[in-house]
């Protein structure tokens, strides 16, 4: 039997994704599935009874990371991991992190309907807070489970209402009991979204990543002085969100003042008091900078942070900084890649190769074993919005690519583990 | 008798302002009794106990107004009108409003110990909702009162949890039923502390302010497109943050630009949907603009309106503006000023000239009836914020010269009613 002339179902796939949007779902299209919240916990359930139904090995480790086993014909391989993550950010998209998941529930399902045995076993995988918008930093399941993070600092983060990870870890029913810590494993896969819109434009149907570029985050808190905005005058105020305004411009130029090559923004800002009448006083506002050249993104933040350190000093305001997180570039496994390429070429598929300017799982995973990702469009190239879309015939053709390459990798026989230590 | 021999009552104004300080006190050492909030209540129930402890005839109307009436000897006259207000900014401080409103307790005790008879009515006034910071605009009590601005219209400003402003009157139990419009006034006092440096770098005891500065209030709304910060080019973006970094310094340049004479200001942000990782797709900013000259400000406002439509349609950015809000600069009645400034020599108090630039409800009590203000020192004049501060002594002075002021107009004969039509 030629392995090409498998694919899985359609159908199936969609209805899964479907039912999975429901939980959370939005008013504009989207989901919304905060990391830990309580639709966290209802698409965990779901995703749980679907294992179950599959007749898997399920284990919940003290991260909350969910993983589903099909056991293999030889023990003492290691196994081939396959997933993603099902939280989403504040009024996010029904695909993102959702259509690896759900991606790689179908190829077990594809491969139990056939009843195709393979070497090494099958783990799909459901990773915790990939996102990273109620918690930060993002991506904190596998970043413990591969070693980069601590599991009690990752415990003690905190959401903006002062809620603790591990309570609310518990709370959900989701703590563990295993060891939350990396294991042998053969390889990874991890089928998403592409986010961008380079895909569409190029016309291709798979986008093969040759990795994912460095992400650094920083919490910039400046500190003026508030007063009634009407008696004070215009010389000597200390206007926080003045220096804090002046700062957002000079991250949204570090990409152009650098040369190219990155990306950087501020998402997110709080303004304290936040009254109309009163001179902020507070200002807290973070830093996104990614780059495929881990120096020429340290050396963006070199600049911009002189940049801050000159306008509050100028503006009379205090400013703390906070180099909160630094995930360097992820160079995937080239053999892996390859594979990939070969498998999308038979299929028909045409792919494009290209960098991930998003974080992803695959990032820690990369540091652990050999690691490989695949794409499929995004619609107009937006995300992390509610209306971020993808075709059913592009999941369809994405879920193909990622059953061959996890049935390639799962019936290679070498034993060597190649569990990488660092 | 010579009424420069009499004197309040310093301890006893002390004390009245330090049991009203416990009501919705903060932390750091100051109120927060934002409007028709809980603790706007409290201070509400121990005015009006007060008032009754007084022999008071106490009226509330329809809008929450409090008033307190002791009853002149003749009833043919109109009315001399004193107050302020006793809500407060978010962590704001003891005195704004509040001091207004004890000062003319406070006078009113003086008066009813020393058994003085007056031709006139003295009414003590509380207004609702002069801050704005919780339902925009402010002075909303006195706005009503005078018939500046509708009642209906201010029954439906929601706060920021979109609770109706009459929906919150009625749950405190301050919605009166008598009707909230302008009556026949005499003229109207309103002490208040300075909110800014002026006295306190002049060394003066009494602030005598000529008027008002208009005030102008506009709310903008941005709308960019939101994506994933990494996958998303700089080159195309419409990040709606950006573009209101951009406006904020030009509101902050404003003054500078238009020659002086003015202060502009952007007290508050939100930001959508905030998230770190997230281009920034909707945001809403305020902007208050005040000047002694009304065509200056008005000027300002459509340079820095040009600048603004500018630079959205550079950011591609759509841009709402509501101008939320103007009142029109307060010329306050000389012969009054001229009489506070006696009384201020008489007492021995070295006064300042000025020209008020907070808004108070003095500026639509202006439009009904003759009306001055007296103003205490700030201390380094720092003003809503919790250390807003002023020495008693300096309360006690500013107190005095209203009592002068008050017997002088409540003792004035005229018959003729002073009561301005527009």
Known sequence: MKFSYLHVNEGRLQNTLEQMAKIGATSGGGVQRLTLSNEDKLARDLFVKWLYDLNLEVT?????????????????????????????????????????????????????????????????????????????????????????????WVYNRKDIDGKRFEDELSRIGYKGSIPCQKRPVYCYYEYHIEQGPLLER?????????????????????????????????????????????????????PNRMGGNMVATVGEIQNHPNSRNIIPDKVHFTVDIRSWDDDHALSAWKLVRQNFEDIAARRGCTIRIEETWRVDRSPFDKKMIHEIKTITDELGYPHLDMISGAGHDASYMNQVCPTAMIFAPSMSGRSHVEIENTSWKDCEAGANVLLHAILHSANEKRVKSKLRTH
Chains 1, 2 share one sequence.
Not at 62 to 70: A, D, L, R, S, T
Not at 94 to 106: A, K, P, Q
Not at 113 to 126: C, F, G
Request: proline share 5%; with cysteine.
């Open 202 to 254: 190029a016309k291709k149907t798979i986008g093969v990543p040759k990795g994912i570029v460095c992400l650094h985050w920083y919490d910039v808190y400046l500190e003026g002085e508030a007063n009634q905005v009407g008696p004070t005058p215009m010389e000597g105020r200390h206007d926080a969100l003045c220096a804090a305004a002046e700062m957002i411009l000079k991250v949204n130029t570090l």
């Open 60 to 152: 919940i480790d003290e991260m909350g990371n969910i993983f589903g086993k099909q056991q293999g014909k030889n023990p003492i391989l290691h196994p081939v991991i396959s997933g993603s993550h099902l939280d989403s950010q504040p009024k996010g998209g029904r695909f993102d992190g959702t259509l690896g998941v759900m991606g790689t529930l179908e190829v077990l399902k594809t491969i139990q309907d056939l009843d195709l045995e393979t070497e090494r076993s099958i783990i799909i995988v459901n990773w915790t807070n990939e996102e990273g918008s109620r918690f930060a930093p993002a991506m904190v399941g596998s970043g413990v489970w591969s070693g980069a993070l601590k599991r009690d």
